[in-house]
Nanobody
């Protein structure tokens, strides 16, 4: 079992920055790919970024490429999402997920690749 807890959300003006954290617990947490997604009312979960378990590879959605950076600290079982140049349309609940597979080197961009999810943290961008 893996438990995930997101933090760091809040209200930020357009152009501002936030750093989200996802604290993971569980014996296999550091061996799983991690991803960040977001969701707005009435819409499905949108992929944002993913990082392999070794932190060797990352991949981003076009909507956030160049603005968001995913990273992980396996010693502390924490994954981060640094968000810069925030826009009002970035307003959503942000979720981190841990992959269903262990020690897989491939990048995972689909929500069905993830079996563990946190409770989410709200990010609101104001104009």
């Amino acid at each position: 079992q893996v438990q995930l807890v997101e933090s760091g959300g809040g209200l930020v003006q357009a152009g501002g920055s936030l750093r989200l954290s996802c604290a993971a617990s569980g014996r296999t947490a550091s061996s799983r790919a991690m991803g960040w997604f977001r969701q707005t009312p009435g819409k499905g979960r949108e992929f944002l970024a993913t990082i392999t378990y070794s932190a060797g590879n990352t991949y981003y959605a076009d909507s956030v490429k160049g603005r968001f950076t995913i990273s992980r600290d396996n010693a502390n079982n924490t994954v981060y999402l640094q968000m810069n140049s925030l826009k009002p349309e970035d307003t959503a609940i942000y979720y981190c997920g841990a992959s269903s597979t262990v020690a897989a080197g491939r990048l995972m961009t689909a929500s069905y690749d993830y079996v563990y999810w946190g409770q989410g943290t709200q990010v609101t961008g104001s104009s």
